[in-house]
């Protein structure tokens, strides 16, 4: 599956192989206590995700992250249910909103509670992009481009962009070699068994 992920670790001389496991040892039991924090404080976090302490601090039974994931953004407002599915990316400054209050009654500004937020897999959230109550599903594959304001649910493999964010294009990324969390060293396990392989 991976396998060109495999080929790049096999290639290394076993010198650069012991580096490469060292660091992702130290980031591993790193993650590992932050993971364990966000689960002690009632969050689902799976397998190689990598979170913010922040986010772990701020993390409630609302808060569902499958594995390998990244989410460097620690502004998820967790009033409602957000599932992140395996293999996203949610990079810094990223607001995620849930809640929001009516304003069409001049007397009273109750909150409303929007439904569920679900991030299907393999969904990159650039920099600064920020999601509003009304969105309830980021479709697989979907980018939104970084400081873009999305305000409806996407399609699958679709592009979004703009203030509001609007469909630009399709993409057709192959994911089959894409290992997320070794993007920022999370991927002690994939690392060793690739180099078990040989």
């Known amino acids: ?105 001049d007397k009273s500004f109750t909150t409303r509670f929007y439904p569920d937020l679900k991030i299907e897999m393999y969904c990159w959230l650039c920099t600064g992009c920020i999601i509003l109550p009304s969105v309830n599903t980021i479709a697989e594959g979907s980018v939104v481009g970084a400081y873009s304001v999305l305000t409806k649910s996407t399609i699958p493999m679709g592009v979004y962009a703009g203030n509001p964010a609007i469909l630009k294009r399709l993409h057709n990324t192959n994911f089959e070699d894409l290992v997320v969390s070794s993007l920022m060293g999370g991927d002690l396990f994939y690392y060793v068994k690739a180099k078990n392989l040989n």
């Open 1 to 105: 599956m991976k396998e060109l992920y495999n080929k790049k670790i096999n290639e290394r001389s076993i010198f650069k192989y012991f580096l490469g496991l060292l660091s992702r040892i130290r980031l591993y039991l790193k993650y590992g206590l932050i993971r364990m924090y966000a689960r002690i404080r009632g969050a689902y976090i799976g397998r190689n995700s990598i979170i913010t302490w922040k986010l772990a601090c701020r993390a409630n039974k609302n808060l569902v992250i499958g594995n390998d994931c990244i989410v460097e953004s620690w502004n998820i407002d967790l009033r409602s249910k957000v599932e992140i599915c395996d293999n996203v990316i949610i990079n810094r400054d990223v607001v995620i909103i849930r809640v929001s209050h009516y304003i069409d009654n």
